[in-house]
T-cell receptor, first 116, second 116 residues
C-alpha cells in the first residue's frame, strides 16, 4: 500500500515550453502533497505545499507563476513548469500525506526534467 | 526554524566494514519526528525509519541500526557489514508539529560508496 506515482518519469523539452508533471496517490487519499526539487548532488528542497481544493503555499524564492501547482482531487496534484529554461532542469519529486495521517509522507519516484 | 546537518558529504568503505552516518538536528518543537531515507542511483527515495521524539530507544533492523540521542540532538545511522548494494545517498530528515503542513526538512545527504 501507500504508493505514489509520478508521470512522466523523465522529460526533455525545448526552452520556452511548458511541462506538466503529475503526482498521484494510487491507493490512498492525500489532502496534502509536497513538491521538492533536487539539483545534482544536492539535497531535496521543498518548493511548495499543496492542499486539495486550495491554493498552494510556496517556499521563499520559488516563483508561483513559474511553477503552477494544482491539487484538484484527493489523489492528484500537478506541477506545471511554465516557459521552462535550462536552469529549471532538475529532478522533481512529489510526496503525499494520507488523510488523517500525522507526519507520514510517501514519495513518488521523481521526474527528471531536462530543458534544452 | 528547523535544521538538519549531515557533516559527512561522502564516505567510502570497503565491503564488510561497519559505517556510521551522522545526523544532528535543530528544532524548537517539543514533538518532532526524525527520518532516514536512502536514495539509490535510480533517484527514488526509500524510507528506512521514522522515530518520534519521545522514543529514544535504539532500533535495529537487520544490518541497520539507529542511535537516537536527544541530549546531543543526534540521530545516527549505522550499517553493519556493509555491502556494495548499500551504495547510495542517505538523507536524514526532520518534521516538527508546529510548522504548517508538517513539512520535512532534509539534511544535505551523505554519499556512501561501498567498494568490493
Amino acid at each position: 500500500g501507500a504508493v505514489v506515482s509520478q508521470h512522466p518519469s523523465w522529460v526533455i523539452c525545448k526552452s520556452g515550453t511548458s511541462v506538466k508533471i503529475e503526482c498521484r496517490s494510487l491507493d490512498f487519499q492525500a489532502t496534502t502533497m509536497f513538491w521538492y526539487r533536487q539539483f545534482p548532488k544536492q539535497s531535496l528542497m521543498l518548493m511548495a505545499t499543496s492542499n486539495e481544493g486550495s491554493k498552494a503555499t510556496y517556499e521563499q524564492g520559488v516563483e508561483k507563476d513559474k511553477f503552477l501547482i494544482n491539487h484538484a482531487s484527493l489523489t492528484l496534484s500537478t506541477l506545471t513548469v511554465t516557459s521552462a529554461h535550462p536552469e529549471d532542469s532538475s529532478f522533481y519529486i512529489c510526496s503525499a500525506r494520507p488523510v488523517l495521517s500525522y507526519n507520514e509522507q510517501f514519495f513518488g519516484p521523481g521526474t527528471r526534467l531536462t530543458v534544452l | 526554524a528547523q535544521k538538519v546537518t549531515q557533516a559527512q558529504t561522502e564516505i567510502s568503505v570497503v565491503e564488510k566494514e561497519d559505517v556510521t552516518l551522522d545526523c544532528v538536528y535543530e528544532t524548537r518543537d517539543t514533538t518532532y519526528y526524525l527520518f532516514w531515507y536512502k536514495q539509490p542511483p535510480s533517484g527514488e527515495l526509500v524510507f528506512l525509519i521514522r522515530r518520534n521524539s519521545f522514543d529514544e530507544q535504539n532500533e535495529i533492523s537487520g544490518r541497520y541500526s539507529w542511535n537516537f540521542q536527544k541530549s546531543t540532538s543526534s540521530f545516527n545511522f549505522t550499517i553493519t557489514a556493509s555491502q556494495v548494494v548499500d551504495s547510495a545517498v542517505y538523507f536524514c530528515a526532520l518534521s516538527g508539529n508546529n510548522n504548517a503542513g508538517n513539512m520535512l526538512t532534509f539534511g544535505g545527504g551523505t554519499r556512501l560508496m561501498v567498494k568490493p
